[in-house]
């Protein structure tokens, strides 16, 4: 059945961690599948992805904001002598939430990340975070206060109902974050957010799942790692599902739906 009032925002994450992932999410973007994608504004090709934005109008671009599994842009006790960031993002949890006296680093290394990518020229569309650490409860208020007004979408994983613990685990957190945002500047969150289970295999069928599950009225993303997926998935079959389905293809530029609402 068609679902006409359906939107869907498909985002590439981890735009700027390599050259494959950039010219990946490049391929995805030109075929007409992929909207958006998270740039890594400390990733090692980072010049290339901004190339290649600005090579694409139609891209939006937001901030992946990066405090685990990457580079910080400045040295702290939350990082090595190199600035190297955790890389489990588990074990960085930890220690954020344990240790005091990295709250300091964290709310400085959020804010020049923030600066980055406004420096780019890109503009401010949304913001997310590598593997989710943006909803650490230790995280998600400083980058919050610092994305302000400006940006007009935040990436919360709004899973289904679900057996997985992981997926219950960010739920949770996505919720104490929503309860954040209100009161707050006007911001954008999806109803469904799609992606976590499929993490590294969103091949072609795991894709498919992910639009037969929207639901008639719903503003939902997927987002998946275009360049680091184990299959990549298929661009015309999926279209061809979207199509069938009545849903709207939008990004995070576009879209003006109060969170909570």
């Not at 680091?228 to 293809?249: F, K, S």
Request: charge should be positive; proline fraction near 7%; glycine fraction near 10%.
């Amino acid at each position: 059945m068609p679902l006409p009032s359906s939107r869907l925002i498909v985002t590439g994450d981890d735009f700027g961690a390599t050259s494959r992932i950039n010219q990946a999410i490049h391929r995805a973007y030109d075929c007409g599948l992929l909207q958006q994608a998270s740039l890594m504004v400390t990733g090692p090709a980072v010049a290339e992805a901004v190339r290649i934005a600005k090579q694409c109008p139609g891209l939006t671009v937001g901030l992946h904001l990066t405090l685990c599994a990457g580079q910080a842009l400045q040295p702290s006790r939350a990082t090595d002598a190199n600035r190297a960031l955790p890389a489990s993002p588990l074990f960085a949890g930890l220690r954020y939430a344990l240790d005091s006296r990295l709250e300091r680093d964290l709310a400085g290394e959020i804010a020049a990340q923030f600066a980055a990518f406004r420096q780019l020229g890109l503009g401010t569309p949304y913001w997310d975070g590598h593997c989710h650490l943006h909803l650490h409860p230790k995280v998600f208020g400083h980058a919050a206060r610092t994305a302000g007004g400006d940006f007009n979408y935040v990436r919360l994983v709004r899973s289904p109902p679900s057996g997985n613990i992981l997926e219950q685990v960010f739920n949770q957190l996505s919720a104490h974050a929503l309860r954040r945002l209100k009161g707050g500047p006007p911001v954008t969150c999806a109803d469904a957010v799609y992606g976590l289970r499929y993490s590294g295999r969103m091949n072609t069928e795991n894709f498919l799942a992910c639009v037969r599950a929207i639901r008639p009225g719903q503003l939902v993303e997927i987002y998946y790692h275009p360049g680091a997926e184990t299959v990549e998935p298929t661009p015309g079959v999926i279209l061809e599902a979207i199509r069938r389905r009545g849903l709207v293809l939008c990004s995070s530029r576009t879209v003006r739906t109060p969170a909570g609402a």
